[in-house]
């Protein structure tokens, strides 16, 4: 076996540090909440898309859902493979040059676009927004957009936008959100106008029916060579390339995910993206805008609870009454529809703010996908109580005694996935949390610093008391104390009160935190993880609550349908009052806890403890196999499962009008 390159802690943790954006050129106003700074004039009036660019959303938008109405997603259920057909139609309406430049042969629509179709095609099948995102937020459109030259682009950006799908090969079987470790190899040869990639990626999502490749791989530091982590286009037929495995899951069953073994693939200089190196920061730059695919996709399936949950809830009767009206059941409806509402929210100011381009998202996209996935999966599993027994049974049993064929227990284990694709839920929460503290390492780094000298230390002291001396001040007194502020909004004017003030109460926080715990702090991974964790909350508030005021002056100008905005701000009420409730219990865990014990205890768990507690069950998983399957670089023994999509043209796609 290959054994990943053998790397301290602190060699991990400089690797991270590398890839990581270190500059703030914009403004950013999730980075200002966790500073204790409410700047609500970053995101009020909630931006809006041009005329123009809304139309030709519009536009776009009723073709593809002309089409996704004549899909079947349980045929993709049934046969775990999305048929030819359904993706030669997405071709034809362009679905694979969503935001690709018209002058590559895409569509050139927005952020925002690009998540309504996602939205629209994961409600058809989960497994066709994965196709979608895996190819265009995160496979080889985005990356040459932002770092290609304009040769690569020429080269690649029309093919991908005719339908040459792409994927993207990070993982390896023991590398996963610590790429410092990575075992896979990009070498210079033929006096380097080429590289040689050798390794074995997992989990590569859409890898199975690839034609194009973005692959990490390590290229050795060398004479004339930078090295590090680099990114490659690769094609995927290329001599050495072999589709091992096509994985499967719980969910998401039409997936094309599977085990590529790279062996002597010889990849041309010009196809590097980038510089040697680069490839991590490539990667997290990419993700910026590319992590809004998975709110994109949970929206989605919100909105579709939603429908199921009002539904069924008025047609089925218990003790006299439809369920819904039962109190137990009609607060899990009202969590469904304002968490709902707060999902959309947050995915279109996020998007809109893609789209103008005047923030710096990293943070609020990261909030977006770590909020959206734990909140989706609660939603489903409120939706398969409220269907009881029927939430469990599958659709096709369902119909299979005439009753309707509603894919609940599908929804919960599709959705489970988002909480671990593109950085599971606990890495974004230390992603998130290293950015929320970023200004404090700025200015008192090396106090917090068990390597730096009392010379370095008595140096931060001084830096550290000029930005203490401007910044803590700040945090005593705002507008969320005055009784009359935000008084534009109306009765969510209160809600905003409430951000503002735990704003300051969340910088407060971060404070005491590094104060007690210093060089130690980022040891408390939960306390971290629930400082972002009501960061969260506090943007997706803000973002129901502006929305909410756009959509009541909409409602009053005639652009909206009457009623919209009072339904809007009955939707973020709740929203805000649930919210502040998870709030609350989040700051009062902070220091009321049982993290200190629980840490003890596992340290007791896994020193084998406690293994008498495991008795009188039996593991059938034991004596299986090895936790973590070797490989060894070398020619692959296996049969290549790779395979494509054949693209034969569809009458639905005729009929429901070419793209323009």
Same mark, same amino acid.
């Given at each position: 076996?290959?054994?990943?390159?053998?790397?301290?802690?602190?060699? &991990?943790?400089?690797?991270?540090?590398?890839?990581?954006?270190? $500059?703030?050129?914009?403004?950013?106003?999730?980075?200002?909440?966790?500073?204790?700074?409410?700047?609500?004039?970053? #995101?009020?009036?909630? +931006?809006?898309?041009?005329?123009?660019?809304?139309?030709?959303?519009?536009?776009?938008?009723?073709?593809?859902?002309?089409?996704?109405?004549?899909?079947?997603?349980?045929?993709?259920?049934?046969?775990?493979?999305?048929?030819?057909?359904?993706?030669?139609?997405?071709?034809?309406?362009?679905?694979?040059?969503?935001?690709?430049? +018209?002058?590559?042969? %895409?569509?050139?629509?927005?952020?925002?676009?690009?998540?309504?179709?996602?939205?629209?095609?994961?409600?058809?099948?989960?497994?066709?927004?994965?196709?979608?995102?895996?190819?265009?937020?995160?496979?080889?459109?985005?990356?040459?957009?932002?770092?290609?030259?304009?040769?690569?682009?020429?080269?690649?950006?029309?093919?991908?936008?005719?339908?040459?799908?792409?994927?993207?090969?990070?993982?390896?079987?023991?590398?996963?959100?610590?790429?410092?470790?990575?075992?896979?190899?990009?070498?210079?040869?033929?006096? $380097?106008?080429?590289?040689?990639?050798?390794?074995?990626?997992?989990?590569?999502?859409?890898?199975?029916?690839?034609?194009?490749?973005?692959?990490?791989?390590?290229? +050795?530091?060398?004479?004339?060579?930078?090295?590090?982590?680099?990114?490659?286009? #690769?094609?995927?037929?290329?001599?050495?390339?072999?589709?091992?495995?096509?994985?499967?899951?719980?969910?998401?069953?039409?997936?094309?995910?599977?085990?590529?073994?790279?062996?002597?693939?010889?990849?041309?200089?010009?196809?590097?993206?980038?510089?040697?190196?680069?490839?991590?920061?490539?990667?997290?730059?990419?993700?910026?805008?590319?992590?809004?695919?998975?709110? &994109?996709?949970?929206?989605?399936?919100?909105?579709?609870?939603?429908?199921?949950?009002?539904?069924?809830?008025?047609?089925?009767?218990?003790? %006299?009454?439809?369920?819904?009206?039962?109190?137990?059941?009609?607060?899990?409806?009202?969590?469904?529809?304002?968490?709902?509402?707060?999902?959309?929210?947050?995915?279109?100011?996020?998007?809109?703010?893609?789209?103008?381009?005047?923030?710096?998202?990293?943070?609020?996209?990261?909030?977006?996908?770590?909020?959206?996935?734990?909140?989706?999966?609660?939603?489903?599993?409120?939706?398969?109580?409220?269907?009881?027994?029927?939430?469990?049974?599958?659709?096709?049993?369902?119909?299979?005694?005439?009753?309707?064929?509603?894919?609940?227990?599908?929804?919960?284990?599709?959705?489970?996935?988002?909480?671990?694709?593109? %950085?599971?839920?606990?890495?974004?929460?230390?992603?998130? &949390?290293?950015?929320?503290?970023?200004?404090?390492?700025?200015?008192?780094?090396?106090?917090?610093?068990?390597?730096?000298?009392?010379?370095?230390?008595?140096?931060?002291?001084?830096?550290?008391?000029?930005?203490?001396?401007?910044?803590?001040?700040?945090?005593?007194?705002?507008? %969320?104390?005055?009784?009359?502020?935000?008084?534009?909004?109306?009765?969510?004017?209160?809600?905003?009160?409430?951000?503002?003030?735990?704003?300051?109460?969340?910088?407060?926080?971060?404070?005491?935190?590094? &104060?007690?715990?210093?060089?130690?702090?980022?040891?408390?991974?939960?306390?971290?993880?629930?400082?972002?964790?009501?960061?969260?909350?506090?943007?997706?508030?803000?973002?129901?609550?502006?929305?909410?005021?756009?959509?009541?002056?909409?409602?009053?100008?005639?652009?909206?349908?009457?009623?919209?905005?009072?339904?809007?701000?009955?939707?973020?009420?709740?929203?805000?009052?649930?919210?502040?409730?998870?709030?609350?219990?989040?700051?009062?865990?902070?220091?009321?806890?049982?993290?200190?014990?629980?840490?003890?205890?596992?340290?007791?768990?896994?020193?084998?403890?406690?293994?008498?507690?495991?008795?009188?069950?039996?593991?059938?998983?034991?004596?299986?196999? +090895?936790?973590?399957?070797?490989?060894?670089?070398?020619?692959?023994?296996?049969?290549?499962?790779?395979?494509?999509?054949?693209?034969?043209?569809?009458?639905?796609?005729?009929?429901?009008?070419?793209?323009?």
């Amino acid at each position: 076996m290959v054994a990943p390159a053998q790397v301290t802690e602190e060699q &991990a943790r400089a690797v991270a540090e590398e890839a990581r954006e270190s $500059g703030w050129d914009k403004p950013s106003f999730a980075k200002e909440l966790f500073l204790g700074r409410f700047r609500l004039d970053l #995101v009020h009036p909630f +931006p809006r898309p041009a005329p123009d660019e809304a139309a030709k959303t519009a536009a776009f938008l009723a073709r593809l859902e002309r089409y996704c109405a004549s899909l079947d997603g349980a045929v993709i259920e049934r046969d775990s493979r999305i048929p030819d057909e359904y993706v030669a139609g997405l071709t034809e309406l362009g679905c694979f040059g969503l935001k690709v430049p +018209p002058q590559y042969g %895409g569509l050139g629509l927005s952020q925002v676009a690009y998540n309504r179709a996602l939205m629209l095609v994961s409600s058809v099948h989960p497994s066709v927004g994965a196709l979608l995102s895996a190819h265009q937020s995160i496979g080889v459109p985005e990356p040459l957009k932002l770092a290609g030259t304009p040769a690569q682009k020429e080269k690649f950006l029309p093919r991908c936008a005719k339908g040459a799908i792409s994927a993207f090969l990070l993982t390896e079987p023991d590398v996963g959100s610590d790429p410092a470790r990575m075992a896979s190899t990009a070498t210079p040869v033929e006096d $380097g106008a080429a590289y040689e990639l050798d390794g074995v990626k997992l989990w590569t999502t859409n890898g199975v029916v690839a034609e194009l490749l973005v692959v990490m791989a390590r290229v +050795p530091r060398s004479e004339g060579h930078r090295g590090g982590i680099s990114a490659f286009v #690769v094609e995927a037929d290329s001599p050495g390339i072999t589709v091992e495995r096509r994985n499967s899951f719980m969910g998401l069953r039409g997936i094309e995910n599977g085990v590529t073994r790279m062996h002597q693939v010889r990849v041309p200089a010009e196809n590097l993206i980038g510089r040697e190196g680069d490839g991590l920061k490539i990667a997290l730059t990419t993700l910026n805008a590319g992590r809004l695919a998975i709110p &994109a996709m949970c929206t989605a399936a919100g909105k579709w609870a939603l429908k199921i949950a009002r539904e069924w809830s008025a047609e089925r009767v218990q003790w %006299g009454k439809p369920v819904g009206h039962h109190g137990a059941v009609a607060a899990k409806i009202s969590f469904v529809a304002a968490t709902t509402f707060a999902l959309e929210s947050v995915l279109e100011l996020s998007g809109q703010m893609a789209d103008e381009g005047r923030n710096d998202i990293r943070i609020e996209a990261a909030l977006a996908k770590l909020w959206a996935s734990e909140m989706a999966c609660q939603i489903a599993d409120e939706l398969v109580q409220i269907r009881g027994g029927r939430g469990y049974e599958t659709a096709a049993s369902l119909a299979a005694r005439g009753e309707r064929a509603v894919p609940v227990e599908q929804l919960l284990r599709d959705l489970r996935i988002n909480r671990i694709f593109e %950085g599971s839920s606990e890495i974004m929460r230390l992603l998130v &949390a290293r950015e929320a503290v970023d200004a404090h390492l700025s200015a008192a780094g090396d106090l917090a610093d068990p390597r730096s000298d009392l010379q370095h230390k008595a140096k931060a002291a001084l830096g550290a008391s000029g930005f203490y001396a401007k910044w803590l001040p700040h945090l005593v007194a705002g507008k %969320g104390q005055l009784p009359h502020s935000f008084d534009e909004f109306g009765s969510l004017a209160t809600h905003l009160r409430f951000v503002e003030r735990n704003s300051r109460k969340l910088a407060r926080s971060t404070f005491y935190g590094m &104060a007690r715990w210093q060089a130690g702090m980022e040891k408390h991974q939960v306390f971290l993880g629930r400082i972002v964790d009501i960061g969260a909350e506090l943007f997706a508030m803000s973002a129901s609550c502006v929305r909410a005021a756009m959509q009541r002056a909409e409602g009053e100008s005639g652009v909206a349908p009457a009623g919209t905005g009072a339904a809007s701000y009955e939707l973020a009420d709740a929203f805000c009052l649930q919210s502040r409730l998870r709030i609350d219990r989040l700051f009062a865990a902070l220091w009321d806890n049982s993290d200190e014990v629980d840490h003890t205890l596992t340290e007791a768990v896994l020193d084998g403890r406690y293994t008498w507690l495991e008795a009188g069950v039996i593991d059938p998983s034991e004596g299986t196999g +090895p936790w973590i399957a070797q490989w060894s670089p070398g020619q692959s023994a296996e049969p290549n499962l790779a395979r494509r999509f054949a693209a034969a043209p569809t009458a639905d796609v005729a009929e429901a009008g070419p793209p323009t």
